[in-house]
């Protein structure tokens, strides 16, 4: 168990715009920042990050919370992971407890096959630097590559014995069941005719590159073979997992991504060698696909960072036509692409390792071509004088540029592909036409046939009725949350009959603090907020700035479920999303903050009362409707809360019809 004291240091220290920064690029936005929500795939960010209230919200997905909740939700980190994580972030040293055998056993399976991991890339990485055969077969490996004790160490690489089951056995005896080593496919489980099984490690006489999730997380390996032997593969990958997912993944995102944000632009190789090596050249902006084809998943996690990417790769036929189906899928998400491919013979791994840095980011500099200039080039060499094949050549450039969603982008591509193609900006207006709509008339005939799927409905039942009630208690909870203990003067008001027998309402100032006022006030209405949601944040709110002198919103979302957590935080990002004259048009009137906040909890509070009068007085007139005889009584109890709404919208300065 980690220490309160430990907890309590982290929440103090960890800044939520600095620890989210490392995931996604953000903005500044006013007072706060924003970028794309790391949970869906959006090209307009709606993800909002306050270092005021050090609380995140995701508009998308509707998640939201505090700089932990954002770790668990992102990175599936359990909460003791979270506080780690920010621990080793932060260099604050973790004070726990020994767990017992009984805490252990509790561990989820996520979180069983995690220590797994983060057990073999040790393992790994202590057989290459301290056994004999470690150091004669996988470090000379790597330093005949160039890499240097540091770089080799910083990636976490390292060297299987070739035993058929040197780790396994090793794993076993350390106490990891060999279910998860099995569910990570470090172990290879083979059934016998007896019922008895064999076991033997996936990595044998491998070297070994551990793959990193953004968080740095050991989520599998890729080992490479050092033998001649035919019959086993080169490189070997872990298979898919639970934590897993070569689609879902970039080698070096972890190492790369303050660099990618930092220099808003993104270089994308192939291998964990190129990757390692340009590392260590001086260029860590870099990431690879894993020797996978490229992925949307993939793309949209660089996207997270930054909206640059330029890919780098070996002149062969074979990358080159690779990298232009991964081109079309980068101008897809929306992104710039540049294309950079290297001289015969070289690739980024031996260019990175025969050139310093300044060389190496000069022939980028010098070579990057936007993807429009690279794809005609390359495609009118080959298609040289038959004009079929030129024919053909216009489409599939005019096929990529119809994917960019951004129109102002795709004229200027026309333009610059009727440039280099020599021929008529018309004729690819056309083209592009062609391909627009019957992409148009495909998603249109898609949509018409999920529709048959589901019962029409009518648009009058489609209009979305605004929940006064709802919204009005959603403010009272964000009074709290915002101002609960700050103390303010009051103008109360107290109904009172005049000299002439009307009722009329009397200004008393009292001083107190906001969430003293709100209790009171809805105390003396007898006022029960109606959604349980709300009800429970608020006795767990007016409980707690009673109990605490300096209340800390980051604290009390550290005492709630996650559940909860994202429900405050999206109360408490709302504003971000809608400003407050809006609600105006809901029929609720709050004042803007600017008016004062003893303003705007007592028109709050008046808001609401007038709410529930024009309830009752709705629910009095139906009594009146159903009842034939008898309604004398009724009438001037309907007369009086008339009378009483007028003199609190009177207070309001709002005229009634």
């Known amino acids: 168990m980690i220490s309160k004291t430990t907890i309590d240091q982290v929440y103090e220290t960890a800044r939520v715009e600095e620890v ?32 005021v209230k050090q609380i995140w919200k995701d508009f998308s997905s509707g998640k939201g919370g505090n700089v932990v909740a954002f770790l668990m939700e992102h990175e599936h980190f359990s909460y003791p992971e979270a506080i780690k994580y920010l621990a080793k972030k932060y260099n604050i040293e973790v004070e726990e407890t020994e767990q017992t055998d009984e805490q252990k056993e509790q561990a989820n399976e996520r979180e069983s096959m995690y220590l797994v991991s983060e057990y073999a890339q040790k393992y790994f990485s202590e057989i290459l630097w301290e056994s004999e055969q470690g150091k004669a077969i996988g ?44 569910k990570t496919g470090l172990t290879i489980v083979k059934e016998q005719e007896l019922g008895e099984s064999k076991k033997f490690d996936r990595f044998k006489g491998r070297v070994i590159f551990p793959i990193h999730s953004m968080s740095g997380r050991v989520l599998g390996f890729g080992g490479r073979i050092l033998t001649n032997d035919k019959k086993a593969a080169k490189y ?22 303050q660099a990618i944000a930092k220099e808003d632009n993104c ?42 990417i330029t890919v780098l790769f070996d002149g062969d036929a074979a990358g080159l036509r690779a990298s232009l189906r991964g081109i079309d899928l980068i101008l897809e998400q929306g992104m710039n692409v540049k294309v950079c491919s290297f001289p015969e013979g070289d690739d980024p791994d031996s260019f990175a390792r025969n050139n310093d840095f300044e060389e190496v980011m000069q022939y980028f500099a010098d070579n990057s071509k936007d993807f429009i200039q690279f794809k005609t080039s390359l495609l009118v ?57 019957k992409e148009y008339y495909d998603s249109t005939k898609k949509q018409k046939q999920e529709q048959k799927a589901f019962e029409v409905v009518k648009n009058d039942q489609l209009v979305e009725k605004v929940d006064i009630q709802f919204e009005l208690e959603r403010k009272i909870i964000e009074l709290l949350l915002l101002y609960g203990d ?31 006022k709100i209790y009171l006030d809805l105390q003396e209405d007898e006022i029960e907020l109606s959604n349980e949601n709300f009800k429970n944040i608020y006795y767990r709110l007016i409980a707690t700035l009673n109990e605490t002198e300096a209340f800390s919103i980051n604290t009390f979302l550290n005492s709630l479920d996650q559940g909860t957590v994202s429900e405050v935080s999206s109360i408490l990002m709302e504003e971000e999303k809608y400003v407050l004259h809006d609600w105006e048009r809901k029929d609720i009137y709050p004042k803007n903050k600017q008016m004062g906040i003893a303003q705007l909890v007592g028109e709050t509070i008046l808001t609401l009362r007038c709410n529930l009068i024009k309830s009752r007085i709705h629910q009095l007139q139906k009594e009146t409707q159903d009842r034939a005889e008898g309604n004398q009584e009724v009438l001037e109890e309907i007369l009086n809360y008339l009378q009483l709404n007028k003199l609190l919208n009177a207070k309001l300065n709002r005229v009634l019809s």
Request: aromatic share 10%; proline share 4%; with cysteine.
């Open 486 to 516: 700050k103390e303010q003067e009051f103008e109360d008001l107290v109904l009172k009959e005049n000299d002439e027998g009307n009722l009329v309402l009397e200004p008393e100032v009292i001083v107190a603090k906001v969430y003293e």
């Open 20 to 51: 989210i920064g490392d995931f996604v690029q953000l903005k500044k936005s006013g007072s706060n920042f924003k970028g794309l929500s790391p949970f869906s795939d959006e090209r307009t960010p709606s993800f909002m990050v306050s270092p």
């Open 139 to 182: 470090l000379t490996y790597f330093k005949e590559r160039g890499f240097s004790d540091e770089t080799i160490k910083k990636f976490g690489l390292g060297y299987n014995i070739n035993q058929w089951d040197a780790f396994t056995q090793t794993a076993l005896d350390k106490g990891y069941k060999l279910e998860y080593l099995e």
């Open 236 to 257: 070997l990958n872990s298979p898919e997992s639970d934590i897993y997912h070569k689609s879902k993944v970039l080698y070096g995102i972890y190492f790369a991504k």
């Open 381 to 437: 060499k080959e298609a040289s004088n038959d004009p079929i094949k030129r024919a053909d050549t216009v489409r599939d450039i005019v096929n990529s540029i119809a994917k960019i969603p951004d129109r102002i982008k795709k004229e200027i591509y026309i333009q610059e592909c009727a440039k280099i193609m020599q021929i008529s900006e018309e004729v690819l207006y056309n083209t592009l036409a062609q391909i627009d709509k």
């Open 267 to 308: 270089y994308l190789v192939e291998g964990y060698t190129d990757v390692i090596q340009m590392y260590q050249r001086g260029i860590h902006n870099v990431v690879a696909s894993s020797g996978t084809a490229l992925t949307p998943e993939q793309i949209r996690l660089i996207n997270r960072l930054t909206n640059n």
